[in-house]
């Protein structure tokens, strides 16, 4: 089936530092990645939609400066995590949709982020 | 409003035993998905159905429209099936829509 990636699968970073997640589908070409945030024993939130080539939709409450995706080309998507702080340490987990008619839908395995 | 309810929230099974996780969905959906989280958080997804059954080793999802609800079966359990058990459903008819996902199955298989 198809693969998608996720980079780092884990990272430490200090509060004030900026942080970047890549999400890759590596096998099929993605015109829309969601970016997900999971916190400990809750079901995944949705932050963000990002199409190729254009900008990202934030779901309300998410904050865009904050968390930047960029959607460069069929097969990556970033998250910049800005300015982190201890409360943004959580579980982020991209998705890719796949698919003539656009109905399936693949995970990446997540990255935990830890912000100290 | 589009609502998904998963039952049971806990499951404990011994291994070899069939288990079965529900999902129960409030309106009209154009896919469900079932997802398979491990204890250090990657997802695995396991199935997108829209209509019928769907069978991958020892895994079974069946999905009836009528009744808005789904089962994921697992045969022959083992403890490596422990996980946590989603199901995901695309409200609505086309693909444009999101993803509205159950609380999640907390499975744990003993030997």
């Known amino acids: 089936g198809a693969v998608v990636s996720q980079h780092p699968s884990w990272v430490i970073c200090k509060s004030g530092t900026s942080v970047k997640i890549e999400c890759r589908s590596l096998?099929?070409?993605?015109?829309?990645m969601f970016w997900y945030r999971q916190f400990p024993k809750q079901s995944l939130m949705l932050m963000a939609t990002s199409n190729e080539g254009s900008k990202a939709t934030y779901e309300q409450g998410v904050e865009k400066d904050k968390f930047l995706i960029n959607h460069a080309s069929l097969t990556l998507s970033t998250l910049t995590v800005t300015s982190a702080h201890p409360e943004d340490s959580s579980f982020y987990i991209c998705?890719?949709?796949?698919?003539?008619?656009?109905?399936?839908?693949?995970f990446g395995p997540g990255t935990r982020l830890t912000v100290t | 409003k589009n609502e998904v309810e998963q039952s049971p929230q806990n499951l404990t099974a011994q291994e070899g035993e069939f288990i079965t996780i529900n999902c129960s969905y409030s309106?009209?959906?154009?896919?469900l998905h079932w997802l398979q989280q491990h204890p250090g958080g990657g997802i695995v997804s396991l199935f997108m159905?829209?209509?019928g059954k769907k069978k991958h080793g020892r895994l079974i999802a069946t999905i009836n429209i009528q009744e808005k609800h789904s089962s994921l079966h697992i045969t022959a359990s083992h403890p490596r099936d422990s996980a946590v058990y989603i199901c995901a459903v695309r409200f609505g008819k086309t693909s444009g829509s999101r993803l509205t996902f159950g609380e999640g199955t907390q499975l744990t298989v003993n030997p």
């Open positions: 309106v009209g959906i154009s896919a």
């Open positions: 998705s890719a949709r796949a698919g003539e008619d656009g109905f399936e839908q693949y």
């Open positions: 159905l829209s209509s």
């Open positions: 096998d099929f070409q993605a015109t829309t």
